[in-house]
């Protein structure tokens, strides 16, 4: 009598593309958590400063640097980072990308207590943001050569929605942990980081590196060009546009890319393929993503800003607010993946800007009416909220995707790093924007409202001043708002209050018009192209690859 087999019946056995599809997902899931520590950085940070502030004994000025840096260090090493991935392997520098970012976030979190202390903090911001910049492009990198054409937008569209939605955990994890130490606001990002690191090195295919040289001149003249101008468009709200320091900064900006530019016509192997801005598809969805980015990360800000000083909301409970727009953002992701993915760019844009427009034009006219109950998961500005976050999604994971599609060979970590320098210069160029008009209504409404209280013109300058995190105008007091009389301290905070609702609408009728804007560029998207104008050779065998592009009926 034959013995029964003590072998797992094939059947049960996972084949070759069900373990493919483990580990892919597994690769997906690793690159989430690593990529997160990055979005939660955004808000994490910015929301703790006060405390840090307060306990290294900084200036707000140094502390402002802290956290401005980053974002700075950010934009000028992304073309790097991305060009780093593609010849060195994408595995291989977002491995180096995760340990570095952990390994300065522990840093930040050692800054010394002595006169040291601003120094310190933000050179380990600026290497982090470095750090970051090297992560992310090699992320996406992965992502896309994990995952075919058909399942790429999907893929895509849930690694923005999670990093994305992340950035709500800021002001959460901020509010919780600061109550222990502002230092584990930075500490958080090791353990993320050991666990990232762990997960990608035994689920992520193997590196292959190219025999090609990077562009250091290249690299160090688009650094600091983009370095220039996202500096100067940070400082445009406190120095003022006309600023000669300014004006500047984003002139040496400008002339910078131009002479970038130049250079990389006649270099052999550049640190960016220029002939990827012929592709109209290309230049259209890259401009898509500047515009959706002033709207979508000059948000975050504004609606910090508008729960704490308007409504009254603690910063943990202002967190509910970004989460309200990332349940739109995320179902929304979804859904554009999958029209991406059936007709290609063009609606996607088309009906993103549209939503996005009309959700943030809602939010425009909802905020200037403070709700009964501004902390409750249902108001009247939740729907506007979701809506705004809605249009964004349903587009940007698309926009994205659309890009690295249209890579020349394999450099997807090129593309992604033009794609997100796009976002962060996007993101700055509309919180310069949307700030300066915010700060200009708002000192005219609460001069008005102040001095009819009876109250001197500068006490509202100051009030301007608190709220924005920056002087506003000269010769302010440095207490006028304190001393006033404690009867009437009520009806200016009330004031206060109405003020900045009335003002912060501005900036999202801003956002509206940005999204607008996309739809536009949506309108001009070239009709029936679905996918690549460059193609990566993955589907050589077919008609479309042959080709170059593949069109469905316009």
């Known amino acids: 009598m034959s013995q029964p087999s003590l072998s797992q019946p094939p059947s049960t056995q996972p084949n070759g593309s069900q373990l493919r599809a483990r580990a892919t997902g597994l690769t997906l899931a690793g690159l989430i958590v690593a990529v997160s520590m990055t979005t939660i950085d955004q808000t994490i940070v910015a929301l703790s400063a006060p405390t840090i502030e307060t306990d290294l004994g900084l200036g707000h000025d140094l502390m402002q640097w802290a956290v401005n840096v980053y974002l700075i260090a950010t934009a000028a090493a992304f073309l790097l980072g991305g060009r780093l991935a593609d010849v060195f392997g994408h595995k291989k520098m977002v491995q180096i ?4 970012f952990g390994l300065t976030s522990l840093l930040c979190g050692l800054a010394p207590t002595d006169a040291y202390a601003g120094a310190w903090l933000i050179t380990t911001r600026a290497l982090q943001g470095v750090a970051g910049a090297i992560m992310f492009p090699a ?3 992965i992502v896309v050569q994990s995952f075919p ?10 690694f923005f929605a999670i990093t994305g939605a992340m950035t709500a955990i800021g002001p959460i994890a901020g509010g919780f ?20 690191s762990a997960i990608i090195a035994v689920s992520a295919a193997p ?3 190219r025999d090609e040289r990077i562009d250091l001149p290249g690299a160090l003249t688009i650094a600091a060009g983009l370095g220039a101008i996202v500096f ?3 400082q445009a709200g406190s120095w003022g546009w006309t600023s000669p320091y300014v004006l500047a900064s984003l002139v040496a900006g400008v002339v910078l890319v131009i002479v970038f530019v130049l250079v990389e016509r006649r270099t052999d192997e550049p640190l960016v393929k220029l002939e990827l801005f012929r592709d109209r598809g290309f230049v259209i969805v890259t401009l898509a993503t500047l515009f959706a980015s002033m709207a979508f990360l000059s948000t975050f800000f504004f609606l910090s800003v508008y729960g704490q000083v308007s409504l009254e909301l603690t910063a943990i409970n202002t967190g509910l607010l970004f989460g309200k727009f990332f349940v739109g953002f995320v179902i929304a992701a979804q859904i554009g993946s999958r029209r991406f993915d059936q007709v290609g760019a063009r609606s996607v844009l088309i009906l993103g800007g549209l939503i996005g427009a009309a959700g943030f034009g809602w939010l425009a006219v909802s905020v200037t009416t403070i709700p009964a109950n501004p902390g409750a998961v249902i108001n009247p500005q939740t729907w506007p909220i979701m809506l705004a976050g809605a249009g964004v999604g349903f587009m940007i994971s698309a926009a994205s995707t659309d890009a690295v599609n249209r890579a020349i060979g394999a450099s997807y970590g090129e593309v992604t790093a033009i794609s997100q320098t796009m976002r962060n210069f996007g993101s700055a160029l509309g919180l310069a924007v949307f700030s300066t008009l915010v700060t200009g209504v708002l000192i005219d409404k609460l001069t008005a409202s102040f001095t009819a209280l009876g109250a001197p013109a500068d006490a509202a300058r100051e009030v301007v001043g608190r709220i924005s995190g920056a002087e506003v105008g000269h010769g302010t007091g440095s207490g006028s708002f304190d001393q006033l009389p404690t009867a009437l301290q009520q009806q200016y905070l009330q004031a206060v209050h109405q003020g900045y609702a009335d003002a912060v609408a501005w900036a999202f009728a801003g956002a509206a018009i940005a999204m607008l804007v996309v739809t536009l560029l949506g309108l001009c998207y070239p009709k029936g192209v679905i996918s690549a104008t460059f193609g990566d050779h993955e589907d050589s065998g077919s008609a479309a690859a042959e080709s170059g592009t593949a069109t469905v009926a316009a």
């Open 97 to 100: 990308g995760i340990a570095a």
């Open 139 to 141: 992320a996406i990198g």
């Open 149 to 158: 054409r058909e399942g790429r937008a999907k893929a895509m569209a849930s």
């Open 177 to 196: 942990l600061t109550q222990w130490t502002w230092r584990s606001v930075f500490w958080v990002n090791v353990p993320l980081a050991i666990v990232a």
């Open 207 to 209: 590196s292959v590196r």
């Open 232 to 234: 100067g468009l940070q």
